[in-house]
């Protein structure tokens, strides 16, 4: 059982647009991180959340927090062809990470 | 600097045989992961190493897996005897304590 359920599975947009991944958690975890992985490699983070409510933004990208720390989203501004990746979200706890199933971002030239 | 390395970074083997997969974690990273990755279950967390000590193996799917840490710099995941349900990506990570994991390149196994 996926203890932290993602949205939508996939997404294919022009470049340009604007996109939201959404991340839900059935558990409070300690931290939670999103992670861009591309074809053949591995995940790379981009941010970790830590407080309810919290806001970080990086670049285009803008993460936020629920403020009850179950809920965690993603919202890319004017995407461009290089945020195509699988993004994934994932809950850490006493150094163990638990991911969800990832959402599969396609920006379209 | 180098990342955290893997190899092989494919491998394809019979039902059956023996695999082993090995990792070279980040220099000074004292936290070692070995995650697999399939489309139906996602990315799983099989075990973690702190200071070359297992830590926490409950993610490791049966007794035919097993991993060893025999110094800081070298870790291995071995399968015996493999079997077709085995397919996946294995990643290795590390990290220095509760900072940011990074991940290697990934091994593709594919047991026929």
């Known amino acids: 059982t996926q203890l932290l359920e993602q949205s939508p599975q996939f997404l294919s947009i022009q470049e340009g647009e604007n996109l939201t991944v959404y991340c839900n958690s059935s558990?409070?975890?300690?931290?939670l991180q999103w992670y861009r992985q591309e074809p053949g490699e591995g995940p790379v983070l981009l941010v970790t959340?830590?407080?309810?409510?919290e806001v970080k933004k990086l670049k285009r990208l803008t993460f936020q927090f629920g403020d009850a720390r179950k809920d965690s989203s993603l919202h890319i501004t004017a995407a461009q062809t290089g945020d195509t990746g699988l993004y994934l979200c994932?809950?850490?706890?006493?150094?163990?990470?638990?991911f969800g199933a990832g959402t599969t971002v396609t920006v379209r030239a | 600097d180098a990342g955290v390395i893997q190899s092989p970074r494919h491998e394809v083997t019979e039902m059956g045989q023996e695999v082993t997969l090995r990792c070279k974690p980040i220099?000074?990273?004292?936290?070692l992961f070995w995650y697999r990755q399939t489309m139906m279950r996602g990315l799983e967390l099989l075990i973690y190493?702190?200071?070359?000590?297992?830590?926490?193996d409950s993610g490791m799917p049966e007794d035919r897996f097993s991993a060893k840490m025999p110094n800081a710099s070298f870790s291995t995941l071995k399968i015996q005897p493999s079997e077709p349900r085995d397919s996946a990506v294995y990643f290795c990570?590390?990290?220095?304590?509760?900072?940011?994991?990074?991940f290697g390149p990934g091994t593709r196994l594919t047991v026929l």
């Open positions: 990570a590390s990290s220095i304590t509760d900072n940011e994991q990074f």
């Open positions: 558990s409070v975890f300690s931290s």
């Open positions: 959340v830590v407080t309810g409510g």
């Open positions: 994932a809950g850490e706890d006493d150094y163990k990470l638990s």
């Open positions: 220099s000074g990273h004292d936290y």
């Open positions: 190493f702190n200071n070359n000590v297992p830590i926490d």
